[in-house]
């Protein structure tokens, strides 16, 4: 088992599982034929996620715009609260076909205030693809269109996301052990 910090990390998705699924899910991508597709990174969570399927999006024929959004749902700790935009995108999006790229669909709350702002000025559409889908711990009714993996009802950290701004540099999506376990 990885140690990191001195922390015992038990490996839910492998690196190798993921860069599988990234493949599929840029052919699932691609098969939507969108038009003039800008690609929206929601940070900072997703970052290592939309580098990676970004690329495997360029293996399977697309050449979307890339813009970011930095967007804030939760402080150090793992505890949801309210939405708010910390930096936002340069490029209009009106008339546009975009997908966002987040790293996990939770409560649905950030998904569903980014979605709704990008269709506010005026998207032609906005699909969702998320590494990781925490559907037992919905409060909204929200769906991503494309998603990695189902994931347990557990904290995870790695590939992206963190624990108090630790652990994003794992290449794999884990669990950090309890101490005295
Ligand atoms: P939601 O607004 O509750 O859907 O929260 C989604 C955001 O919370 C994700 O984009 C993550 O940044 C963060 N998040 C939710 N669950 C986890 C987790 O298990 N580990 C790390 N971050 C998480
Ligand atoms: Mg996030």
Do not use: W
């Amino acid at each position: 088992m990885p140690t990191v910090l001195g922390k015992n990390i038990e490996v839910l998705f492998p690196a190798e599982a993921i860069a599988r699924r990234n493949l599929e899910l840029a052919s699932e991508i691609a098969a939507h034929r969108f038009q003039g597709l800008l690609v929206v990174s929601v940070l900072k969570g997703s970052f290592i996620f939309a580098a990676d399927l970004i690329r495997a999006m360029h293996g399977a024929g697309l050449a979307p715009e890339i813009e970011f959004i930095l967007v804030s749902s939760y402080g150090a700790g793992t505890t949801s609260g309210d939405v708010k935009i910390l930096r936002d995108i340069d490029a209009p999006v009106a008339g546009r076909d975009v997908l966002l790229i987040d790293d996990i669909l939770e409560s649905g709350k950030t998904l569903k205030f980014t979605r709704e702002l990008i269709l506010s000025r005026g998207a032609k559409s906005v699909h969702i693809a998320v590494l990781l889908d925490k559907r037992g711990r919905r409060q909204i009714a929200l769906e991503a269109d494309f998603v990695g993996f189902d994931c347990p009802d557990r904290f995870v950290v790695g590939y992206g996301m963190d624990a108090g701004h630790y652990f994003r540099e794992l290449p794999f999506v884990g669990v950090i052990e309890e101490d005295g376990g």
